[in-house]
T-cell receptor, first 115, second 110 residues
């Protein structure tokens, strides 16, 4: 069974440019989460999808971030325009059950570097 | 704001020694999870504890959830070089946001 896959693994862009990160969850997992780790900080929650619906997007930093999950399968996270402080590793995770009781399966992360 | 403080941040010990990593908070969590993360990979779940005072064992790893469900510990017996990695504790609250600690980077010297 394929795990959570994320693309790209590393992206280097200039301030002001746009980047789109993609996450393919484990097949059948309705719950999809985006997290971010900025250097020196803890992994922080960004948002949670249940199928195609946004269950909780309280962790999204600002309106430069847009997440979608059309059809309830893969998800994209777009940053437009990117700022220096957006640099970090963006993790996607999926689960069958809700996160607080079930197991979160993480992807390898997409490292974003904004110059 | 719920926070999880992990200690120590870094730990380097000799193979065969025992160690304990702590995860503390002033908040109550409905569950506490421990993850291990290798370089270039995402965190991988080791264990979930949900009951105050609960103890779970995974080979040489022993996980304990505090009675008040505010803290947890990870004890490794006879550490081996293969135990090297980043250990993260994560707490689940009433909502579905898992709160992560900053992690403990463990290095076991052969």
């Amino acid at each position: 069974e394929a795990g959570v896959t994320q693309f790209p693994s590393h992206s280097v862009i200039e301030k002001g440019q746009t980047v789109t990160l993609r996450c393919d969850p484990i097949s059948g997992h309705d719950n999809l989460y985006w997290y971010r780790r900025v250097m020196g900080k803890e992994i922080k929650f960004l948002l949670h999808f249940v199928k195609e619906s946004k269950q909780d997007e309280s962790g999204m930093p600002n309106n430069r971030f847009l997440a979608e999950r059309t059809g309830g399968t893969y998800s994209t996270l777009k940053v437009q325009p990117a700022e220096l402080e957006d640099s970090g590793v963006y993790f996607c995770a999926s689960s069958q059950m809700r996160a607080r009781t079930g197991e979160l399966f993480f992807g390898e992360g997409s490292r974003l570097t904004v110059l | 704001t719920q926070l999880l403080e992990q200690s120590p941040q870094f730990l380097s010990i000799q193979e065969g020694e025992n160690l304990t990593v702590y995860c503390n908070s002033s908040s109550v969590f409905s569950s506490l999870q421990w993850y291990r993360q290798e370089p270039g990979e995402g965190p991988v779940l080791l264990v979930t504890v949900v009951t105050g005072g609960e103890v779970k064992k995974l080979k040489r790893l022993t996980f304990q959830f505090g009675d008040a469900r505010k803290d947890s510990s990870l004890h490794i017996t006879a550490a081996q070089p293969g135990d090297t990695g980043l250990y993260l504790c994560a707490g689940g609250g009433r909502d579905d946001k898992i709160i992560f600690g900053k992690g403990t980077r463990l290095h076991i010297l052969p």
